[in-house]
């Protein structure tokens, strides 16, 4: 296995095209979060610059958008080859600034490209509509057209896939990208663009521009020229990108926090619900918005369940993301850390119980948190109502079904839920009832590439993935034919 040694490495702006240095003389550091050393130095793009991305990426999507749909999807299969030929440095430098695990972050690579492979499959099959018309000599036809410019600003979680996640449904359909990744992880945007610049894409139809939110978001989101903005965080910068775009009635697609419940039925597979539970709550070290932030047991078998948990989560071996038999890695910043460390302190101050963990690590290096498990916890509380985004969870216990659809549902968020029963009854009445944009039975908490990724309430607008995530790069245009069937 290749090994990188800890060396400040230097990107640049990705414009139409070509690699550039920033006017702008500040850079933005990044941070190992298994080490909290200095690993890279990006540029933080001025608004002028910003524009420029756009302006390029304007000018190449008129020739884009007329190539035929299966001729940019070959474009796409040489980004995702390019891909998979150097996963395992791509796979390095995810783990090397995020503190994900070196296996997780193979992962993300291998699926990002797969995820490429998948739309690019969608050049033939995506499709308009001919309506019947009211009139004799009348065709309707509805056409599905791109929107023009994408920008696409990244969260980093799983910042190497998120990236896929848009680009590729944005290419394929005829638009054009712009994208910016989270200060906190752009190395492996930056060693995307590189192996962009190596296929045959035309210049402009993908470009990348890292800075601050306040500049290159901004501008991302309200530049008029800008005809969608799909973005993945935190429900508060969502917000602001939503007054941002108002100006201009750009369409959003917006993936945002979430705060999934898991119930657990008194006749669950309890070996297969606690470890689907804790796998769900230590991947990614608890940084991901669809895995299970709260559960909910049955009071019949609460007591052997959380025993069974708290021995599940105690055992979870954490360090240094890119050794061999670990977990989990740690928390991506020291904000972070402080962030779950204060939420923990305030529900034990409030009562809660701790069963397992409870602290932060006391390793010397790195934003590591123990994995905790919490009971004694209240339905109004913080940590059962606001996103933890750490290997925390809390656990309610319930009587009976009525109790925790109720207790499921009464959250901001509506981004995904699960249930864990051998009862068929049970799961459709959860499937009917629980408000979340999705529902896993007897499993844990993670999407395919074809289903359709969607949150309701503050959980986001729109959706990702299979057919449903690619319309939503596509405008629906009607035409109106009238035509005279006397002429010869």
């Given amino acids: 296995m290749a090994v990188f040694t800890e060396h400040v490495k230097t990107y640049e702006l990705y414009i139409n095209g070509e690699f550039r240095a920033s006017t702008n003389p500040e850079m933005l550091t990044v941070t190992n979060p298994a080490t909290g050393n200095i690993i890279s130095q990006v540029p933080n793009a001025t608004i002028e610059e910003t524009r420029e991305a756009i302006a390029a990426a304007e000018a190449a999507q008129r020739s884009w958008e007329k190539l035929p749909a299966v001729e940019r999807g070959k474009y796409l299969r040489q980004i995702s080859q390019k891909i998979r030929e150097n996963a395992e440095e791509?796979?390095?430098?995810?783990?090397?600034?995020?503190?994900?695990?070196?296996?997780?972050?193979?992962?993300?690579?291998?699926?990002?490209?797969?995820?490429?492979?998948?739309?690019?499959?969608?050049?033939?099959?995506?499709?308009?509509?001919?309506?019947?018309?009211?009139?004799?000599?009348?065709q309707i036809f509805m056409f599905k057209s791109p929107i023009g410019v994408v920008s696409g600003i990244l969260p980093w979680n799983f910042p190497f896939f998120l990236i896929a996640r848009k680009l590729a449904p944005a290419l394929i359909t005829g638009n054009t990208i712009v994208v910016k990744p989270s200060a906190e992880t752009p190395n492996n945007a930056f060693e995307f663009a590189k192996l962009v610049a190596q296929t045959d894409l035309p210049k402009g139809v993908f470009n990348l521009v890292s800075g601050?939110?306040?500049?290159?978001?901004?501008?991302?989101?309200?530049?008029?020229?800008?005809?969608?903005?799909?973005?993945?965080?935190?429900?508060?910068?969502?917000?602001?990108?939503?007054?941002?775009?108002?100006?201009?009635?750009?369409?959003?697609?917006?993936?945002?926090?979430?705060?999934?419940?898991?119930?657990?039925?008194?006749d669950a597979d309890l070996d297969l619900a606690v470890e689907s539970v804790k796998n769900s709550r230590i991947i990614?070290?608890?940084?991901?918005?669809?895995?299970?932030?709260?559960?909910?047991?049955?009071?019949?078998?609460?007591?052997?369940?959380?025993?069974?948990?708290?021995?599940?989560?105690?055992?979870?071996?954490?360090?240094?993301?890119?050794?061999?038999?670990?977990d989990m890695g740690p928390l991506v910043s020291e904000q972070s850390l402080a962030s779950v460390e204060a939420m923990v302190n305030r529900?034990?101050?409030?009562?809660?119980?701790?069963?397992?963990?409870?602290?932060?690590?006391?390793?010397?290096?790195?934003?590591?948190?123990?994995?905790?498990?919490?009971?004694?916890?209240?339905?109004?509380?913080?940590?059962?109502?606001?996103?933890?985004?750490?290997p925390v969870i809390p656990v309610m216990t319930f009587r009976d079904l009525d109790e925790a659809i109720e207790l499921a549902n009464d959250s901001e968020f509506g981004l995904t839920s699960s249930i864990y029963t051998q009862n068929l009854d049970i799961a459709m009445r959860a499937c009917r009832e629980i408000k979340f944009g999705e529902t896993y039975i007897n499993r844990e908490?993670?999407?395919?590439?074809?289903?359709?990724?969607?949150?309701?309430?503050?959980?986001?607008?729109?959706?990702?993935?299979?057919?449903?995530?690619?319309?939503?790069?596509?405008?629906?245009?009607v035409v109106y034919l009238q035509f005279d069937l006397n002429k010869k």
């Fill in 212 to 266: 601050r939110g306040s500049t290159v978001g901004q501008e991302l989101s309200s530049n008029p020229k800008i005809g969608m903005v799909s973005f993945t965080g935190s429900v508060e910068t969502g917000s602001r990108i939503m007054a941002a775009a108002a100006e201009n009635i750009i369409k959003v697609s917006l993936e945002l926090g979430g705060k999934a419940p898991a119930i657990v039925m008194d």
């Fill in 445 to 477: 908490n993670f999407e395919a590439i074809q289903g359709f990724h969607n949150g309701w309430r503050k959980s986001g607008i729109g959706g990702a993935d299979g057919r449903h995530g690619l319309e939503e790069f596509l405008q629906t245009r």
């Fill in 347 to 390: 529900a034990i101050a409030e009562g809660a119980q701790v069963v397992t963990g409870g602290k932060r690590s006391s390793r010397a290096e790195g934003y590591y948190y123990e994995p905790t498990v919490l009971v004694n916890v209240k339905q109004d509380s913080e940590i059962m109502q606001k996103e933890i985004f750490g």
């Fill in 284 to 326: 990614n070290t608890g940084q991901v918005c669809n895995c299970v932030e709260r559960v909910y047991v049955h009071e019949r078998i609460a007591e052997q369940f959380i025993e069974r948990l708290g021995r599940a989560m105690s055992e979870v071996t954490y360090g240094d993301p890119i050794a061999e038999n670990v």
């Fill in 90 to 138: 791509l796979a390095l430098t995810i783990s090397r600034e995020q503190g994900k695990i070196l296996s997780l972050a193979t992962v993300e690579v291998h699926f990002t490209a797969d995820y490429i492979d998948y739309m690019a499959e969608w050049a033939r099959r995506y499709e308009g509509e001919i309506i019947q018309s009211d009139r004799p000599n009348e």
